[in-house]
Structure formats: structure tokens, C-alpha cells
């Protein structure tokens, strides 16, 4: 049972316009959503979280949006960049027993974002 | 210098064959992980550890083990390879609280024959 999920396994944007990345989750338990970044031959690094209590966050290009009731969150990168061109992850955390967590992650979607 | 280290980076082995893949860490985090990313089925968790005297199974443990011989290594086996296990393998650490970010190496890529 896959508990994060991303549907669409790739997206092709223009340089410059907006990437919408989209994320579904069905644990209601989940409390706080991760976005990592992966370049080929390169280990995932964390762009932006959001928690349960918030439904949107910002960093630079970044923004995350939460969606609760659908159990829904999307990743916008505007403007879009060459270099943004990668595999982005989901991830979601719940609390543990003891205050531990970990993650869960969804299959990845490849974003090319074309010159 | 990277602050989470995995060795070797890439290995091919023969089915049947004991394998390890080792991590190091810089980092001073308590909790570390084993992952592996195959094609279309993202990141799943083989095993962590939240301390030194703590280890826990994942989702897909079975045909794995590990060590955490100390706080900055923690070591995946593969006792007896098969080729179902050739996949991208990633060590991963974390702080003790917070949202569980993970902290990753750059991968070991193993493929069994």
C-alpha cells in the first residue's frame, strides 16, 4: 500500500514558466511533508518541508502547498530552470513511538525544464 | 569533503557472492538509514538505526542485515547477492528531532550477475 504518491512519473516545462509538481498522501497521521531534489549520480537533498499546520511555504523559487482535507500537496517552481531539471521526491513523516520519525517517500517525478 | 560517505560507489558481484556497503558520517547524528532507489519505485527503507544500540527493520529488510558499530557508521550486508538486489543504495542520517530531514550520501551502485 503505497501511502505517498506520485502519479505523474515526468514533466517538461519551458525555461521560465511555472513547474507544477503534484504529491497525494492517504495516512492522515503524516504531520510534516519533505521535497527532495535528486541529480543523477548524486544522493536526494532536501529543498523545502511544510507542516501540517501551515498550508503553504516559500523559499526563493519554492513553494509548497498543502492541501489537508484532499491530502494533497504541490511543489511550484516559478520561473522554472535549466538547472531545476531533475528528480524530485515527496516525503512524508508521522510521529513514532518515543517522538521518532521517519520518512516515507513517494516514486519520484523527473522534471526537464527545457531552454 | 562529504559529510555522509559510502564505499565502494559502484560494486559488481556474482549471485551468491557477501557483500557490504559501508557509511561514515561527519555529521554527529544520532539516527542513520539504508535506502535503495530502483527505477519507478522511488525510495524505500531497508533498515535504520536511531543509535548506537538500536536497529530497526524497514519496509524490505528481508535478504539484508546491518551494523552500527558506532555512532558514525552504519554498514549494509547482503549475505548471499541475488540479482533483485542490483539497485542504488543510499545512507542517509538525521537529527533526533524535528521532521526527520534526512541527510544523504552519494549512493553505492551494486549490480549482482
Redesign the interface.
Known amino acids: 500500500d503505497q501511502q505517498v504518491k506520485?502519479n505523474s512519473?515526468s514533466l517538461s516545462v519551458q525555461e521560465g514558466r511555472i513547474s507544477i509538481l503534484n504529491c497525494d498522501y492517504t495516512n492522515s497521521m503524516f504531520d510534516?511533508f519533505?521535497w527532495?531534489k535528486k541529480y543523477p549520480?548524486?544522493?536526494?537533498?532536501?529543498l523545502i518541508?511544510i507542516?501540517s499546520i501551515k498550508d503553504k511555504n516559500e523559499d526563493g523559487r519554492f513553494t509548497v502547498f498543502l492541501n489537508k482535507s484532499a491530502k494533497h500537496l504541490s511543489l511550484h517552481i516559478v520561473p522554472s530552470q535549466p538547472g531545476d531539471s531533475a528528480v524530485y521526491?515527496c516525503a512524508a513523516?508521522r510521529p513514532e513511538i518515543g517522538?521518532?520519525?521517519?520518512?516515507?517517500?513517494?516514486?519520484?517525478i523527473t522534471l526537464s525544464v527545457r531552454p | 569533503d562529504a559529510d555522509v560517505t559510502q564505499t565502494p560507489r559502484n560494486r559488481i558481484t556474482k549471485t551468491g557472492k557477501r557483500i557490504m556497503l559501508e557509511c561514515s558520517q561527519t555529521k554527529g547524528h544520532d539516527r542513520m538509514y539504508w535506502y535503495r532507489q530502483d527505477p519507478g519505485l522511488g525510495l524505500r527503507l531497508i533498515y535504520y538505526s536511531f543509535d548506537v544500540k538500536d536497529i530497526n527493520k524497514g519496509e524490505i529488510s528481508d535478504g539484508y542485515s546491518v551494523s552500527r558499530q558506532a555512532q558514525a557508521k552504519f554498514s549494509l550486508s547482503l549475505e548471499s547477492a541475488i540479482p533483485n538486489q542490483t539497485a542504488l543504495y543510499f545512507c542517509a542520517t538525521s537529527v533526533n528531532q524535528g521532521s526527520g530531514e534526512l541527510f544523504f550520501g552519494e549512493g553505492s551502485r551494486l549490480t549482482v550477475l
Open positions: 506520485q512519473p510534516y519533505l527532495y549520480a548524486e544522493g536526494p537533498t532536501f518541508s507542516s521526491f513523516s517522538a521518532n520519525s521517519k520518512l516515507t517517500f513517494g516514486k519520484g
